[in-house]
């Protein structure tokens, strides 16, 4: 039997899956000096809260999105960019995507640095960060920019999540740019036949 | 214009056959000299468009994985800064942008090596990518028919 569900996630904090905006407002405030915890319920690697982050994290955001704006970033390569996203995030865990999440949701950086980053959080092998990158990958969809949109739905593509279903079914009715939706309905669709795979 | 890089004033391109029967074969290997088996965005443009803008077609031997397709390669060379933005304006107006997904992709990737068609020293999938993709045809065979 098909079934598509809008069910949350249990292990996500269920404000994420209804009010996602209040998600970013209460766990990501316009500011790098975090001092808000993640929820409970969210896996972390990281015994410490946010508070106690390691100082040179910021710093090293900063760097690497600076420096990833004079690179040229091309399909199924990897970058300086991409390899040093992925070695913060191994390394600082949750903190890492809560600050790349601050910087993404707020727009600090360039959409076309912001696209590749979310491609490779949708590629990259780390279960511990499953759930924040498929939060921010699913946030990304409504993006103002029309690349970052792009970066997000691959990313999610690359995640074949089915729990991704109805973001992307969302994303793709509110989608202006045709080829985009285009994209986006052809991604639906790889993700629905997961479902179906799974409940056959 | 991001995506029109010349070397050497020149673009590569590949010739696909009327009835697109070259097409999964030349993505496939095109695929395969990537690091990542992911998504594999192209355009595919009438002839006449690319004539019709003074830019000319040379036929050059291909250099990627699958020496079966390597003569379908092209050049368009000699191209100017004006050339190239006629270039971008007939893709913008004319061209079908298509995209292949990665699970497509790593499918492609598993025919071809099935069929024995890659050299081996010119792939450039990581070996992640090549054992989940060796993974995947062992789980292919290993279903019941």
Same mark, same amino acid.
């Given at each position: 039997?098909?079934? /598509? /569900?809008?069910?949350?996630?249990? %292990?996500?904090?269920?404000?994420? %899956? /209804?009010?996602?905006?209040?998600?970013?407002?209460?766990?990501?405030?316009?500011?790098?000096?975090?001092?808000?915890?993640?929820?409970?319920?969210?896996?972390?690697?990281?015994?410490?809260?946010?508070?106690?982050?390691?100082?040179?994290?910021?710093?090293?955001?900063?760097?690497? #999105?600076?420096?990833?704006?004079?690179?040229?970033?091309?399909?199924?390569?990897?970058?300086?960019?991409?390899?040093? #996203?992925?070695?913060?995030?191994?390394?600082?865990?949750?903190?890492?995507?809560?600050?790349?999440?601050?910087?993404?949701?707020?727009?600090?950086?360039?959409?076309?640095?912001?696209?590749?980053?979310?491609?490779?959080?949708?590629?990259?092998?780390?279960?511990?960060?499953?759930?924040?990158?498929?939060?921010? =990958?699913?946030?990304?969809?409504?993006?103002?920019?029309?690349?970052? %949109?792009?970066?997000?739905?691959?990313?999610?593509?690359?995640?074949?999540?089915?729990?991704?279903?109805?973001?992307?079914?969302?994303?793709?009715?509110?989608?202006?740019?045709?080829? =985009?939706?285009?994209?986006?309905?052809?991604?639906?669709?790889?993700?629905?036949?997961? #479902?179906?795979?799974?409940?056959? | 214009?991001?995506?029109?890089?010349?070397?050497?004033?020149?673009?590569?391109?590949?010739?696909?056959?009327?009835?697109?029967?070259?097409?999964?074969?030349?993505?496939?290997?095109?695929?395969?000299?990537?690091?990542?088996?992911?998504?594999?965005?192209?355009?595919?443009?009438?002839?006449?468009?690319?004539?019709?803008?003074?830019?000319?077609?040379?036929?050059?031997?291909?250099?990627?994985?699958?020496?079966?397709?390597?003569?379908?390669?092209?050049?368009?060379?000699?191209?100017?800064?004006?050339?190239?933005?006629?270039?971008?304006?007939?893709?913008?107006?004319?061209?079908?942008?298509?995209?292949?997904?990665?699970?497509?992709?790593?499918?492609?990737?598993?025919?071809?090596?099935?069929?024995?068609?890659?050299?081996?020293?010119?792939?450039?999938?990581?070996?992640?990518?090549?054992?989940?993709?060796?993974?995947?045809?062992?789980?292919?065979?290993?279903?019941?028919?």
């Amino acid at each position: 039997m098909t079934t /598509t /569900t809008t069910e949350t996630n249990p %292990r996500f904090d269920s404000s994420a %899956r /209804t009010d996602r905006d209040a998600f970013a407002h209460r766990y990501i405030p316009e500011s790098s000096s975090w001092t808000k915890p993640f929820p409970p319920d969210e896996p972390s690697e990281n015994a410490t809260g946010l508070h106690d982050r390691p100082p040179e994290l910021v710093e090293s955001f900063r760097c690497l #999105l600076i420096s990833g704006r004079d690179e040229i970033f091309e399909d199924g390569m990897e970058s300086e960019f991409s390899k040093n #996203l992925i070695d913060l995030i191994k390394k600082y865990g949750n903190d890492a995507l809560a600050e790349l999440a601050y910087f993404i949701v707020y727009e600090k950086v360039s959409a076309e640095v912001t696209g590749e980053a979310l491609r490779w959080l949708g590629l990259m092998d780390h279960p511990l960060s499953y759930h924040w990158r498929l939060w921010l =990958l699913e946030r990304s969809l409504s993006s103002r920019s029309a690349r970052i %949109r792009d970066g997000a739905v691959l990313g999610l593509a690359f995640l074949d999540d089915p729990d991704a279903i109805p973001y992307v079914r969302q994303a793709a009715d509110r989608e202006p740019v045709k080829e =985009l939706r285009s994209d986006m309905e052809q991604v639906l669709v790889q993700l629905e036949s997961g #479902l179906r795979g799974h409940s056959s | 214009m991001q995506d029109l890089r010349t070397d050497s004033n020149t673009i590569s391109v590949w010739h696909i056959v009327d009835d697109h029967g070259n097409k999964d074969r030349i993505i496939a290997a095109l695929a395969a000299t990537r690091q990542q088996a992911t998504n594999f965005d192209y355009f595919l443009l009438e002839e006449h468009y690319i004539r019709e803008i003074n830019i000319r077609i040379v036929e050059t031997q291909g250099n990627s994985p699958d020496n079966g397709i390597n003569s379908w390669h092209r050049d368009l060379v000699e191209l100017s800064a004006e050339k190239l933005m006629a270039l971008a304006k007939v893709i913008q107006q004319h061209a079908q942008i298509e995209r292949i997904l990665d699970k497509d992709i790593s499918h492609f990737l598993a025919q071809a090596m099935l069929a024995g068609r890659f050299d081996a020293k010119k792939i450039n999938l990581t070996s992640a990518v090549l054992a989940k993709i060796i993974k995947g045809i062992g789980d292919q065979q290993l279903e019941p028919t």
